[in-house]
């Protein structure tokens, strides 16, 4: 008899797919678990898979007396309660480094289309004012990445991977992040101090409470009026409030966000500004990525099962 897994996070049934040849699954759809199963069912549960933003906790856990894992589909895992989880013997599992090439490629993509305005250009030309050599402010000439100073707030997996696209531009490339790595790009004591650094700041950084609205006003004003800021992290890491002031009073010259503080980001005054691009959190979303990712969850799940210990357990440090 196949082993049962919940599925705790709402996700798209072809994802799901390799674990329903595998595993019996039972699918919340994105609801409370105690409203679409009943207590017998999920008292027997010892697994189950979730988006690592989705929040779980205490609560959640002692609703599931047996769990004994929780795998993140994916490498984040900070709605996961890491203490209640330790606190019940729960091991935690995620997608370490997984989707770290994906991610990397779109924050790429959302620096270059925020600093040299495509989406602007791209309605320049659609409009037919440039057929009408309509002059606007917003297609001057911007500056190129050749000599761009970079900084990087967050030196992991995917912070590395943008590191090495940016200097494949002939950037230059500063970071911050809790610890000193070895690698060729200047170190900053502090975010403060990258900020005034970097024209482009690159949020990369593994969001938690200590890093939540971490970028704020004054960090904004740091980078200056022709300063960018690109997040692919989380949401939580920048005041979003303090971002809309920021690109509205020009504060900042614009903004590339795959993430948001509430998702999906419905239309409000973020939306509504011309200098930011946004994209719908699909840093990770490649093939790719999701073959990657889904073999971490399998082999996650399959060693709990099995009684083995995790081989992509979260590890805090």
Request: charged content about 20%; overall charge neutral; hydrophobic content about 45%.
């Amino acid at each position: 008899m196949a082993e049962k897994v919940l599925i705790y996070s709402r996700f798209p049934k072809t994802m799901m797919a390799p674990f329903a040849e595998r595993f019996e699954l039972l699918d919340t759809a994105g609801k409370p678990a105690q409203e679409v199963f009943s207590s017998d069912a999920l008292s027997g549960l010892r697994a189950l898979l979730t988006g690592g933003a989705t929040p779980l906790g205490a609560a959640a856990m002692d609703a599931l007396p047996n769990l004994g894992a929780i795998v993140c589909y994916g490498t984040g895992y900070d709605g996961v309660d890491l203490k209640a989880a330790a606190a019940r013997n729960i091991a935690v599992g995620h997608s370490p480094g997984a989707n770290a090439s994906a991610v990397a490629d779109i924050a790429m993509t959302l620096m270059l289309a925020a600093t040299r305005r495509i989406l602007v250009a791209d309605q320049y030309v659609r409009s037919g004012d440039w057929a009408a050599s309509k002059p606007t402010p917003m297609m001057r000439p911007q500056s190129g990445m050749s000599g761009r100073r970079i900084g990087i707030y967050g030196m992991g997996e995917i912070g590395r991977k943008i590191a090495a696209r940016c200097a494949a531009f002939e950037s230059e490339v500063g970071y911050f992040s809790r610890t000193r790595h070895d690698v060729p790009h200047q170190y900053f004591p502090s975010l403060e101090a990258l900020a005034d650094w970097c024209s482009v700041l690159m949020i990369a950084v593994r969001a938690g409470a200590e890093t939540r609205h971490v970028v704020n006003a004054d960090i904004l004003k740091r980078l200056g009026e022709d300063g960018y800021v690109v997040n692919i992290a989380r949401g939580s890491v920048i005041d979003e409030k303090a971002l809309v002031a920021a690109l509205s009073d020009k504060t900042i010259a614009g903004a590339g966000l795959d993430v948001y503080a509430k998702e999906p980001h419905a239309p409000d005054a973020l939306t509504a500004l011309p200098n930011v691009v946004l994209a719908p959190h699909i840093g990770g979303h490649t093939l790719e990525s999701h073959v990657a990712m889904q073999g971490c969850v399998l082999a996650n799940l399959t060693a709990f099962f099995e009684g083995k210990s995790l081989p992509y357990a979260v590890e805090e440090t």
